[in-house]
């Protein structure tokens, strides 16, 4: 089975964001379409300043735009598509004459990308679910991030704390996938990756390294059981397609779990098995799947998989993803 066999080919036509809970603080991770729209119909959406900043990257005069001095608590939104962007919690007063925040709403809802307009090496910054021109970051803001996110007002939609019942309809997940992630080792990542995305309900798995003391690490370096990091997959699943239970059900199956530091032939503690769980549900979800296991006498030795809180996830090379899809085979499992 090729459930997503064509997703590489093509841009990933979906986003994950944070859009806003009612009480309008950021809620959990979602999946939606990116927002598209023509030259011609983000002309006819916007008045020719707006889209002169947000389609063309220009930038706004300093202190004359709108929402420089606003002090009033709530949500700045991007007027190209409604995703909300930065909240009032983290504005200040930089001086420079254009609004500023510290840190983005969700860290999910902004992109960055190098800039080297005007001579200058600067950061852009993006809405991720419509690509609009928001601004730059700098790296001379205040405590706790350091960083200066410098907008421009003509991109922001400012709804106060008390009309956040009146935020842009885009900004509801009536049309969202919610996602959530999920991070295991059972041996050699190729086949895992090719077992887990074979199950409904997953939307994504990359092959990496996780678990270990060592930052970017390296498919040799791991390979030298140095490092401490395992072989992982990280699965993105809808939650209301596969349950979290299933994919530990769907990982007892596809390995050994009773082998300690090894999984077949592959020998050395970045093949031992593991789940590296993302909050206190799939921990307490995961070792009580394990206890039930063992209780099933399923297996005549114990189980010893590894159940620790994750730490990050370091992709692999891309040589390494999908590497059964591009290269031929089936599992190296036994
Ligand atoms: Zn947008």
């Given at each position: 089975m090729t459930f997503f066999k064509h997703k590489t080919l093509v841009e990933n036509p979906d986003v994950t964001v944070r859009l806003m809970k009612e009480d309008g603080s950021p809620g959990p991770l979602i999946q939606m379409a990116k927002f598209h729209l023509t030259d011609e119909e983000w002309q006819n959406k916007l008045n020719a300043d707006q889209y002169q900043v947000l389609r063309a990257k220009g930038t706004e005069p300093?202190?004359?735009?709108?929402?420089?001095?606003?002090?009033?608590?709530g949500i700045y939104f991007c007027?190209?598509?409604?995703l909300p962007l930065f909240?009032?919690?983290?504005?200040?007063?930089?001086?420079?004459?254009w609004p500023s925040f510290f840190?983005?709403?969700?860290?999910?809802n902004i992109m960055e990308k190098a800039d080297a307009s005007f001579g200058m090496v600067r950061t852009e910054i993006l809405c991720s679910r419509c690509g609009s021109h928001l601004g730059h970051v700098f790296?001379?803001?205040?405590?706790?991030?350091?960083l200066r996110y410098c907008l421009n007002s003509l991109a922001l939609k400012f709804l106060p704390s008390s009309l956040?019942?009146?935020?842009?309809?885009?900004?509801?997940?009536?049309?969202a996938v919610p996602i959530e992630k999920a991070a295991f080792a059972a041996g050699c990542f190729w086949g895992v990756e090719s077992d887990f995305r074979?199950?409904?309900?997953?939307l994504d798995v990359i092959v990496g390294y996780t678990g270990?003391?060592?930052?970017?690490?390296t498919y040799k370096e791991v390979c030298t059981d140095k490092t401490g990091h395992a072989e992982a997959v990280l699965v993105t699943y809808n939650p209301d397609k596969v349950t979290f239970i299933q994919l530990l059900d769907a990982f007892w199956l596809l390995?050994?779990?009773?082998?300690f530091n090894r999984q077949g032939p592959d020998y050395g503690s970045q093949y031992r098995s593991a789940i590296f769980t993302q909050d206190a549900g799939q921990k307490e979800l995961a070792e009580k799947s394990k206890a039930a296991l063992n209780a099933?006498?399923?297996?005549?030795k114990p189980v010893v998989t590894e159940i620790s809180p994750a730490t990050h996830f370091w992709p692999a090379e891309?040589?390494?993803?999908r590497y059964f899809e591009k290269n031929g085979g089936g599992s190296c499992h036994i």
């Open positions: 300093a202190f004359c735009g709108l929402l420089t001095d606003e002090k009033e608590n007027v190209g598509c409604g909240s009032s919690e983290s504005k200040f007063h930089s001086g420079t004459g840190k983005p709403f969700a860290q999910e790296t001379d803001g205040p405590k706790p991030t350091g956040l019942t009146q935020a842009p309809k885009e900004a509801l997940a009536d049309t074979k199950i409904p309900g997953v270990g003391h060592t930052d970017k690490p390995h050994d779990p009773t082998q099933t006498g399923r297996f005549k891309e040589y390494h993803q």
